[in-house]
């Protein structure tokens, strides 16, 4: 007996592509959207790249959601954003990382005055680390135009998500001779505000730790590492 299957299903999230006015919020509702974005679903992808899809995303995760939401939903869109925009997919990683607005979009996060919420800043930090690791030259290259860039990061450092981001900052960025010129923009950093001297501690305790362990696992560094170097002396 040979069992007939159909072959010609379509998704939940190209029958409402077919939509004439589809939303963002939409396609977001459904629960395989992320499915279908890491399976490289092209209709899907030509429509969260565009301008305004990307900016709305960017938005979801950097402005804080309406209070009178309910509770268990506030964050939904947010998180779903999030995990489409650090998907790994090329084309949301290239579109991202390859523009100054919407770089700048994110950016504007760290203006925000503390406390940051902990969870925006969890979504802000996953996504600038994704970027870091995959478009690293564009994204090192924009944050060496945002002078207050280390200092805006330390006025957060009592957000552990941001403590993380600078860790990996200055620790995962290759090549070696790019992960050079990150060191040396962290030198300048402005003495730490007061009250956040546990997590400034740990980083540096941290920062040290890594430089060393790189140190010993690099046979031929370009130079010594100028971070470390300052920190042991």
């Known amino acids: 007996m040979f069992w007939k299957f159909d072959l010609n299903t379509t998704s939940h999230v190209d029958k409402l592509l077919d939509k004439e006015h589809v939303t963002l919020q939409e396609l977001m509702d459904e629960d395989d959207i992320l499915q279908e974005c890491k399976a490289q679903n092209q209709k899907l992808l030509d429509f969260l790249c565009r301008q305004q899809c990307m900016e709305e995303l960017v938005s979801l995760i950097t402005q804080d959601p309406p209070l009178d939401m309910e509770e268990k939903?506030?964050?939904k869109y947010p998180n779903t954003a999030c995990e489409l925009l650090t998907c790994d997919v090329p084309q949301i990683s290239d579109r991202l990382g390859g523009d100054e607005s919407l770089l700048s979009l994110l950016y504007d996060f760290l203006g925000h005055e503390p406390p940051l919420n902990p969870l925006l800043a969890s979504f802000f930090s996953k996504t600038?680390?994704?970027?870091?690791?995959?478009?690293?030259e564009q994204v090192i290259t924009f944050l060496k135009k945002k002078d207050k860039f280390i200092?805006?990061?330390?006025?957060?450092?009592?957000?552990?998500?941001?403590?993380?981001?600078?860790?990996?900052?200055v620790s995962c960025v290759e090549p070696a001779g790019l992960r050079q010129e990150v060191l040396h923009v962290s030198l300048g950093v402005p003495p730490i505000p007061e009250g956040r001297g546990s997590n400034a501690a740990q980083t540096l305790c941290d920062i040290v730790r890594l430089g060393r362990d790189q140190g010993s696992q690099l046979q031929e560094a370009l130079e010594p590492d100028p971070l470390l170097t300052a920190l042991e002396s």
């Open 128 to 136: 600038i680390g994704n970027l870091i690791a995959r478009k690293t």
């Open 73 to 75: 939903v506030r964050f």
């Open 151 to 169: 200092s805006l990061v330390l006025k957060h450092i009592g957000t552990s998500a941001l403590m993380d981001l600078l860790l990996r900052l």
